[in-house]
């Protein structure tokens, strides 16, 4: 049978969590994997729940949405109460702990991370969060290379935040 990776990044709308998932799945496309990534969110975008899923596999991807994933990323509280249901017990689970107040008890592999603060420290605001998280992901899962993130990376932020975004991307792996 194929290996298949289903993953959720959830968060609010502003919060990168979509732009997240195109660069996470552009890497692996570049790495010769099967890849989807899908997204949604909120009617009102900014600040309404945002959602980003990829999906990975060996073989074909029959079903464009995630049934259970292998791993949530929650870059807040609601995210981590509107998707943890869809995590599978052996799967890993990411937290962004400054905006989590609680973490379940949950069988999974937790990481609590502060990702939202750190980016405030380093660039005085939380712009930048979802490359952080997106380093933190890279080095927990070993799903894809740095050098591949930062390829796919560079192609899709704009030049003028292309450095602040690579120095996050390499924060949020330090962090772990």
Do not use: W
């Not at 496309?29 to 596999?57: C, D, F, H, M, P």
């Amino acid at each position: 049978m194929a290996k298949k990776i289903e993953i959720i990044i959830g968060g609010s709308g502003g919060q990168g969590v979509v732009l997240a998932g195109q660069i996470l799945g552009r890497a692996l496309a570049y790495e010769g994997k099967n890849v989807l990534q899908t997204q949604s969110y909120g009617a009102e975008a900014r600040g309404s729940l945002a959602r980003s899923e990829v999906i990975i596999s060996d073989d074909k991807i029959g079903f464009p949405a995630v049934r259970k994933c292998d791993i949530l990323v929650a870059m807040n509280h609601e995210a981590l109460n509107a998707y943890l249901n869809q995590l599978k017990d052996d799967g890993i689970l990411i937290i962004d702990e400054t905006n989590v107040r609680e973490t379940p008890k949950t069988k999974v592999k937790v990481y609590k991370i502060p990702i939202t603060e750190t980016c405030r420290k380093m660039f005085g605001e939380a712009t930048y969060a979802n490359m952080m998280m997106l380093g933190a992901l890279t080095k927990i899962t070993k799903l894809v290379s740095s050098k591949t993130m930062e390829k796919a990376i560079r192609e899709v932020v704009p030049t003028k935040t292309l450095n602040a975004n690579l120095k996050a991307f390499e924060k949020g792996q330090e962090l772990i």
